[in-house]
């Protein structure tokens, strides 16, 4: 791809404030950091909403989670943020996703993160993702006003309910699977988006999403390798740019997905009728700077949590050169969250009482 200069990576916050529905995983994040455990709102979905939200957008993410202190915790957290909490229904007989991330340190000093389902107290499941309900679906079609951009990273009849009505209406349909179920209905996916996301290390192995016909958009992301993009029937590659600092690669793909809809959803998928190869090429950039910086912080949105967007948006301008980290004079805070809002052998014990009645028929 061509060179880039500064105004390439400058953060702009969106003018008009474009709304952007997003639907599919949603969850409670417990990260166990180097300076203790904190909680914040995570799931693919999450983070790009708030990220959106964060950049400019209104964003109102759509889904199911459980009336229990982790699905309190994650509404109160996006409505701290400013956003649009609506379509985030609190169900009784749901479990909000709970989902751990920890770190691992190498013997030769470097550091990579997992994720973890599991209760770290007894070794129980933590809940899982519960797809809303069609009717749930139809109520967010008929309250919400026409978005720019859809993302969603699910397949799920209601996912698949509203990607169809989000692209009647004109919106940018962004498609981000981490996993393929059910055959036909992921394909219905594909054929809904207008850009298809996924990764090489998750999905790398599957060569019709690399030449799927509907998507005018596909992306591979390819990790440390960076991307590559098809376009108009073309592909092209983009290196990854070099992190000033290293501390947790988690959430560098929300970030990503969220810069792309930030330069390419403002005009929904009309904008893609006039779309360039340069234009298409400054969002994969922006997106892949976003990235970049939030790996010098701990969580999937370290970064907007912990400096300012002014500190940010320095540190993405310093991508054009070579980034040392010694240029950066960055005043880090504690996320904002630090107490995780639930005991967690409670929240899986309950999970597990709920699974065997399930299983036995019972209420």
Not at 170 to 186: H, I
Not at 206 to 229: F, H, K, M, Q, S
Request: aromatic letters at 8%.
């Amino acid at each position: 791809m061509g060179t880039l200069n500064k105004l390439d990576l400058r953060i702009d916050s969106a003018s008009g404030s474009p709304s952007c529905i997003g639907a599919g995983f949603i969850a409670l994040d417990i990260v166990q950091g180097r300076r203790g455990d904190f909680a914040a709102v995570g799931g693919s979905c999450g983070n790009v909403v708030s990220i959106l939200k964060w950049l400019g957008w209104c964003t109102a993410p759509a889904g199911r989670l459980g009336a229990d202190a982790a699905g309190l915790f994650v509404r109160s957290e996006f409505s701290d943020e400013g956003v649009n909490t609506e379509f985030i229904e609190l169900a009784d007989r749901v479990a909000t996703p709970i989902v751990i991330q920890k770190f691992v340190d190498s013997k030769s000093g470097d550091r990579s993160h997992r994720f973890s389902l599991s209760c770290p107290d007894c070794g129980g499941w933590l809940p899982r993702y519960r797809p809303m309900t069609i009717k749930s679906a139809e109520a967010v079609s008929e309250a919400a006003t026409d978005p720019k951009a859809f993302y969603f990273d699910r397949v799920s009849p209601s996912c698949l309910r509203l990607a169809n009505w989000a692209q009647d209406r004109g919106a940018l349909v962004v498609f981000e699977p981490s996993s393929v179920g059910d055959d036909r209905a992921f394909q219905k996916a594909v054929d809904l988006c207008h850009v298809l996301k996924f990764s090489h290390e998750r999905l790398g192995h599957i060569p019709d999403l690399a030449n799927a016909v509907a998507p005018r958009i596909v992306i591979e992301t390819l990790g440390e390798d960076g991307i590559r993009a098809r376009w108009r029937g073309r592909w092209s590659s983009l290196n990854a740019f070099r992190a000033p600092m290293f501390v947790d690669a988690a959430g560098s793909g929300d970030w990503f997905s969220a810069g792309l809809i930030h330069k390419l959803g403002r005009s929904g998928s009309a904008g893609l009728a006039d779309l360039r190869k340069s234009d298409l090429e400054r969002a994969l950039r922006f997106g892949s700077a976003l990235a970049a910086v939030n790996c010098g912080f701990e969580g999937a949105r370290g970064g907007m949590l912990a400096i300012s967007k002014k500190q940010f948006n320095r540190a993405m301008i310093a991508l054009e050169g070579d980034p040392n980290p010694d240029d950066f004079d960055w005043k880090t805070s504690d996320p904002k969250k630090q107490v995780v809002p639930t005991e967690l052998c409670n929240t899986c014990s309950t999970q597990a009482d709920d699974q065997k009645k399930s299983a036995s028929g019972a209420p």
